[in-house]
């Protein structure tokens, strides 16, 4: 009897440890396998460019008017064009012109400035009706990806080319050639980028950039120059169009970073005459 109990009971020990192994396989074999996933160079260049919405959140800006779309967008036009020789007037018109300044459906809830499709986008879309209906654009995070984005759609497309042969002071050739390589189909687009151009000074940005000196206004002191003080209903663009001004020159003059006034603020608005 004694040796039948101690058979049972090794019987009972080894069918335990077998069951233990068997319930570590199971565990084992229902693990999930990890995954390793390596990007390449250009989807991470994209991604910086479109900025993932997971990783990112979306920079509503509101924007009231030309001028004041001038003054948030007329640096990063400037340095756009020192990075990759594109007029920052033609940018400015073109972003004026594609996102009627700022307040466009794409530019309101995509950032995205001068219409730009998806093609072979991988980042965050919106749908919108253009030559046909609910076409697929680009979405950005912030709308400095947007002027990233059209530098970057210019300088890798081969039929654009043609455009960094001219001179990056002719803003007339950059608004042809665009219209040339078939950037819009609008007859009249060179006219209207010219018209934009000329009408708020835009070429100046450029002159900027390359170093060619212009008559912008200065102030050595306040006793040598004419003053404007803010009232109720001014804006920058109002005071600029009366004492015969730039937006820009104003906030030259007076340090301005934005186009934010305020009532019975002094501006300064020209140098006085020597004479």
């Known amino acids: 009897m004694k040796k039948i109990a101690v058979l049972l009971f090794l019987g009972l020990?080894?069918?335990?440890?077998?069951?233990?192994?068997?319930?570590?396989?199971?565990?084992?074999?229902t693990k999930p396998k990890s995954e390793r996933i390596l990007k390449t160079e250009k989807q991470e260049e994209m991604e910086v460019?479109?900025?993932?919405?997971?990783?990112?959140?979306?920079?509503?800006?509101?924007v009231k008017s030309t001028a004041e779309y001038l003054a948030l967008f007329s640096v990063v036009a400037q340095e756009e064009m020192r990075l990759y020789s594109i007029p920052a007037s033609i940018t400015l018109a073109q972003g004026?012109?594609?996102?009627?300044?700022?307040?466009?459906?794409?530019?309101?809830?995509?950032?995205?400035h001068f219409g730009i499709k998806c093609h072979d986008w991988t980042g965050a879309r919106i749908y919108h009706d253009d030559d046909a209906s609910q076409?697929?654009?680009?979405?950005?995070?912030?709308?400095?990806?947007?002027?990233r984005d059209h530098s970057l759609f210019l300088?890798?497309?081969?039929?654009?080319?043609?455009?960094?042969?001219?001179?990056?002071?002719?803003?007339?050739?950059?608004a042809k050639g665009l219209k040339a390589a078939g950037y819009a189909t609008d007859s009249k687009?060179?006219?209207?980028?010219?018209?934009?151009?000329?009408?708020?000074?835009?070429?100046k940005l450029d002159q900027e950039v390359l170093g060619v000196k212009t008559p912008v206004l200065s102030v050595n002191n306040a006793d040598s120059s004419l003053t404007h003080?803010?009232?109720?209903?001014?804006?920058?663009?109002?005071?600029?169009?009366?004492?015969?001004?730039?937006?820009?020159?104003?906030?030259?003059?007076?340090?301005?970073?934005?186009?934010?006034?305020?009532i019975g603020q002094e501006l300064f608005v020209s140098p006085k005459s020597k004479n």
């Open 96 to 112: 004026i012109l594609e996102s009627n300044s700022g307040r466009g459906r794409l530019s309101v809830e995509a950032n995205n």
């Open 135 to 147: 076409e697929c654009f680009r979405k950005y995070n912030d709308a400095k990806y947007s002027y």
């Open 49 to 62: 460019v479109g900025a993932d919405t997971e990783s990112a959140s979306f920079n509503t800006l509101i």
């Open 229 to 262: 003080v803010v009232t109720k209903g001014d804006t920058l663009y109002s005071i600029s169009k009366k004492y015969n001004v730039t937006v820009y020159e104003l906030q030259t003059l007076n340090g301005l970073n934005g186009t934010n006034l305020k």
């Open 189 to 203: 687009y060179p006219h209207k980028l010219i018209s934009l151009i000329e009408r708020y000074e835009l070429y």
């Open 13 to 29: 020990i080894v069918f335990s440890c077998s069951s233990r192994k068997v319930t570590a396989r199971k565990s084992t074999s």
């Open 155 to 174: 300088t890798t497309r081969s039929r654009y080319s043609k455009l960094f042969d001219l001179d990056k002071d002719d803003y007339k050739a950059w």
